[in-house]
């Protein structure tokens, strides 16, 4: 059974930075699609940026700025997502799934993944 592993979520003030990790386990393969969402309160789920765990590439999420960039580690089946100069409006639950293809240049959307992880708390406050 494939599984997902989320960590590195926290509260972090204005301006700061965290790091989120995703880790596959179950899975036969090492080379996985791993796409990030978050979901902040009272909102829907919004796709940030998929890639593979195979992929070596830096990709940035173009919904915020650039403010946000997903990296991979094919060696842990481990897929990040770098969080830098946060605000008050990234407070969200961050989540990683898999199950999808993924075209990096595409948003992720939802409903296409089928294996969720717990999601991990980010809050952005002073």
């Known amino acids: 059974e494939v599984q997902l592993v989320e960590s590195g979520g926290g509260v972090v003030q204005p301006g700061g930075s965290l790091s989120l990790s995703c880790a596959i386990s179950g899975s036969t393969s090492d080379d996985n699609t791993i796409a990030w969402f978050r979901q902040a309160p009272g909102k829907e789920r919004e796709g940030l940026k998929c890639t593979r765990t195979s992929d070596h590439m830096t990709y940035f999420v173009a919904s915020v700025k650039g403010r946000f960039f997903v990296d991979g580690d094919s060696a842990k089946n481990t897929v990040y997502l770098h969080l830098t100069s946060l605000v008050p409006e990234d407070t969200a639950i961050y989540y990683c799934?898999?199950?999808?293809?993924?075209?990096?240049?595409?948003?992720?959307?939802?409903?296409?993944?089928?294996?969720w992880g717990q999601g991990t708390q980010v809050t952005v406050s002073s």
């Open positions: 799934a898999t199950g999808a293809n993924c075209d990096v240049g595409k948003v992720p959307i939802p409903n296409e993944y089928h294996t």
